[in-house]
């Protein structure tokens, strides 16, 4: 069964937002990863490493995640791409089902595939202009 929750980019402030959402509506991150942790962040200015890559926090049977948009790597944030539907599915195959389905006649921004996360994932625009993600977890061995 597909879960959907919304995914959220910031210029900068994930952390300060994340925090007060976490004041707004309790709990604690689940997931909190900075640039400087992932496998170019070395590559970045250390002002741009401390950014965040990706938080998650748990409301209700929902997750609000979210990320820094962090230019030098060629992001650039603007009003319309700064919210996003992420929908996780429980196989590859699924993802990419749904992923197919939701860019006919739309665009793809990243085509669905593996990270260094451990995740299969892809993100894209449907025709109807509303942004997407979609992940699978890809089980440790």
């Known amino acids: ?25 309790g709990g604690e991150f689940i997931f909190l990863q900075r640039m ?8 970045l200015k250390p002002e741009e490493q ?6 998650a926090l ?7 995640m979210g990320s820094d948009i962090v230019e030098s790597m060629g992001h650039k944030l603007r009003v319309g791409n ?7 599915l429980e ?6 089902r749904i992923f ?10 990243m085509p669905l595939q593996k990270t260094f996360w451990d995740a299969y994932f892809g993100i894209l625009t449907d025709k109807y ?4 993600m979609v992940d699978c977890e890809i089980p440790k061995k």
């Open 36 to 43: 400087k942790e992932t496998p170019e962040g070395d590559k």
């Open 82 to 88: 700064n919210s996003f539907i992420s929908v996780s």
């Open 50 to 55: 401390e950014l965040i890559m990706h938080i």
């Open 129 to 132: 202009g509303i942004q997407w």
């Open 1 to 25: 069964m597909a879960k959907i929750n919304p995914y959220l980019n910031f210029n900068g402030n994930t952390e300060e937002a994340f925090c007060f959402y976490k004041s707004v509506f």
């Open 100 to 109: 197919n389905q939701l860019s006919a006649d739309g665009l793809v921004h």
């Open 91 to 96: 196989t590859e195959e699924e993802a990419d």
């Open 58 to 64: 748990p409301i209700g049977s929902n997750i609000l």
